[in-house]
């Protein structure tokens, strides 16, 4: 059920919303400052802005210009639109139109959804982000809508169903806009669920395409699942998608395998923990690369695909970045799907013994031996992973991807799984699963990373899990925040911490910057919540108390904060 409940202020002064963005305008996003068009401010989801006002040497003077409540308890995880001196921003149970340049409210569009949503989503009540074309606003709904928004109005223009929370699905993702449709996926792998992607026609909601991405009988792929495993095989599809324009390719990752414990589907299982090159006017899959066949760890591969050229053995390609959940930091050729290189990037890895670049396929350690042979064991890095959802950027001007990224390793003991709906198809004991950390180390890293190598230039530990996106500007700087609350600037050269402000809530939402009348904002999300704050509390208190402790102090109430420097 979806019930609109309008506010609109008019209010004089406030920037006229009119003006409809086209192809075009999303295709530049990367390249112009003044909007934000785009999940991961481009097409290529870099998360870079080559705006240099704000810099290294003059952050210090950064001071918040405005804060909007949001009137939500929930984890805030969602990447503002910005257009035309206006912002809008999503939450689980609503869009908000402000103007920028007083925080003030335009409007807001509510959603209603049946009270049992929450009971089949797993790991958070949150909403990632919106996407925009011709004066729509495009977003999903927790209990599996597709739904455009008059961005001038605030009121819904259409609404298509894409997906029921009876069959173990939800939505949270932001869609995708290409020239052929606007491009969405699904959440559910704990579920017994079968990830699919969805096209869309972005002026009437009609339903384009869908392609699932466990393919069933006669499908290429079928055979690498056992009987009918395929029905409940996971795969979710909960993260959005990158795209390139010259090669009309879209690059969206694939989540866990269903159950867990992988005995029970043995073979590769293609395409769980995948990114897939498709053919955003069909679905049709072009190419794909399979980070983890088999999958038993929950190692979801739909994080983001980093779109760039880089210089490869005096080669000037077009390659991919993907820093996987698994612990490896991966490069492909984004036009085959080549490996080029794959390296750890963590600490502590011990599920695999490396990758075989021949075959592009994960060296099955002892551990892992000892897992599918039945025992308990402690796997790094733990479900988790090595980095989460939270996602990565890329600088080209030094060459190096900055991430958060994980130092948790996880309980694991097989079990026969139980399909029963509304509750986990994981197969494992989850009173094993606890989560761990090494003695006298952090829970947590920023780091920036040689992609090339999978070697840190610098690091930054965090005692409680950093849990949000980073972005990297042209004036030298990182920006991300922490769970504790402070929203943090970083020297992009050197992990020298330069600002910090607390917000009053856990971070785990996405920065964005952008000028407006030649001013650069920086703008953020404030917001506990998601997996790590759901979670570790419960199954982490092994060895780490006191960041239970610490975690558990932090208040929730949702919030927008933006920033300029101080005249």
């Known amino acids: 059920m979806l019930k609109r409940v309008l506010c609109a202020a008019v209010i004089a002064g406030m920037p006229v919303i009119a003006g409809a963005q086209t192809i ?68 689980h149970d609503a869009t908000h139109a402000i103007d920028v340049k007083t925080g003030k409210n335009i409007w807001v569009n509510k959603i209603e959804y049946p009270p049992e949503t929450p009971r089949i989503v797993c790991c958070g009540i949150v909403n990632r982000g919106a996407a925009v074309l011709d004066g729509r606003l495009f977003r999903v709904t927790l209990d599996g809508n597709v739904i455009a928004i008059s961005m001038e109005t605030g009121e819904e223009m259409w609404r298509s169903a894409a997906a029921s929370i009876d069959d173990g699905y939800s939505m949270t993702l932001a869609p995708l806009v290409t020239p052929a449709a606007v491009i969405t996926g699904v959440s559910g792998g704990e579920y017994g669920t079968r990830g699919f992607i969805d096209g ?48 009309n390719l879209v690059y969206w990752g694939t989540g866990n395998g269903g159950p867990w414990n992988a005995e029970f589907r043995k073979g590769d299982n293609l395409y769980i923990t995948s990114t897939l090159a498709m053919r955003p006017e069909t679905g049709e899959i072009v190419w794909h690369y399979q980070y983890s066949p088999n999958d038993p760890y929950d190692y979801d591969e739909v994080g983001e695909n980093i779109l760039t050229d880089m210089m490869i053995d005096g080669t000037n390609r077009k390659v991919m970045i993907h820093v996987a959940r698994n612990g ?76 958060n990224t994980l130092e948790i390793g996880m309980g694991y003991k097989p079990v026969e799984p139980k399909l029963v709906k509304g509750t986990f198809y994981v197969g494992i004991d989850l009173s094993k699963a606890l989560f761990y950390v090494k003695e006298g180390e952090k829970h947590s890293y920023l780091r920036a990373m040689d992609p090339l190598t999978g070697e840190s230039k610098w690091e930054v530990g965090f005692d409680v899990a950093n849990w949000g996106g980073t972005m990297t500007t042209g004036g030298g700087l990182v920006f991300t925040g922490a769970q504790t609350g402070e929203f943090m600037a970083f020297d992009a050269d050197n992990g020298d911490k330069l600002w910090q402000f607390q917000t009053g809530s856990g971070i785990i939402g996405q920065p964005v910057t952008y000028t407006i009348d030649g001013v650069q904002y920086v703008t953020i999300a404030s917001g506990i919540g998601g997996a790590y704050r759901n979670y570790f509390p419960l199954l982490g208190g092994v060895n780490a108390p006191e960041v239970v402790e610490e975690l558990t102090k932090v208040q929730p109430g949702g919030s927008f904060w933006t920033f300029a420097l101080l005249k």
């Open 24 to 91: 075009d305008d999303l295709k530049n996003d990367a390249a112009t400052t003044d909007d934000v068009l785009t999940l991961g401010m481009g097409w290529g989801q870099t998360r870079y802005s080559p705006l240099e006002q704000i810099n290294a040497k003059n952050v210090g003077r950064l001071v918040p210009v405005w804060n909007y409540s949001l009137g939500d308890n929930r984890g805030q995880e969602a990447q503002p639109i910005v257009h035309n001196g206006v912002m809008y921003v999503t939450t």
């Open 200 to 247: 869309w026609d972005p002026a009437t909601g009609r339903h384009l395409w869908r392609k699932y991405v466990i393919p069933g009988p006669g499908e290429e792929g079928n055979e690498t699942w056992p009987g009918d495993t395929w029905k409940h095989g996971g795969a979710p599809t909960w993260i959005t998608g990158s795209y390139d324009p010259e090669l």
């Open 328 to 403: 490896y930091l991966y490069v492909l050729d984004r036009a085959t799907g080549e490996l080029l290189r794959a390296n750890q990037y963590v600490r502590h890895l011990n599920w695999a013994d490396g990758i075989d670049m021949a075959t592009g396929r994960p060296i099955d350690s002892e551990i892992t031996k000892k897992m599918r042979s039945g025992e308990e064991i402690v796997v790094w890095p733990g479900a988790f992973g090595g980095k989460n959802w939270f996602p990565a950027s890329y600088s080209p001007k030094t060459g190096l991807v900055y991430s």
